[in-house]
């Protein structure tokens, strides 16, 4: 493959590949960002045709769009029973790992896998690192108080860099009212341990690592997609 990729079309065959492990009567987990409103756009024309599923939604802007798709939501404090939860990520591991939160819904998400009994996930082939960390910062959400402190304690355990998020020159906020700190750190050697250490540190809500979760993986190239279980 040679550049320029078409990364959304990528993106989109993954998606539409995703669709195919939906089926009648699911409760499906939606994800978050450019991949999966595709997902959520496919899905919908199935319903549309015909399909009955509910759906459990990973952010506000997923919601509407499932809304306008004509799908069926679950209300978010219902005690769900996931049959799958279809995601995007920034980065994937080559043991299917990831790193997740560049659209600051890692919270909701995290969530939504682990209560999902099967985990796919979607992306374009650029998502594909040998190591997670370097490229791509680990988003990581904290409470607002103390968060400079907490930002400290992160890179004492990582040795990396922790820096506020902002968009458009304000701290950006997540929809449970947190704030995310984003890690720059070489290639992250051990994910899983990072993940422990990291969870140890008061303030740290959740964080961008999510380990051992992927039930399997679609890559979308310019031949088509990958399917790895
Ligand atoms: C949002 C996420 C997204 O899944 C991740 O950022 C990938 O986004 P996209 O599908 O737009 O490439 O974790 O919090």
Redesign the pocket.
Known sequence: MTPPYDLDAE?RQAALKATEFVRDGMVVGL??????KHLILALGERVCAGLKIQAVPTSHDTAALARQSGIPLIESDNAWMIDVAI????QVDPALNLV???????LK?KIVAAAAKQFIVM??HT?LVPGLGGSFPL?IEVVPFGWGSTARNIEQVSGGKAVLRERNGTVFQTEAGHVILDLHMPKIADPATLEIELNQIPGIVET?LFIGRTSMLIVGHAQGVDVTH
């Open positions: 993106k994800g978050t960002g450019t991949t999966s995601d995007g990520a920034d997740k939160g560049g659209g600051g819904a890692l998400e992306v374009d998502k988003p961008g």
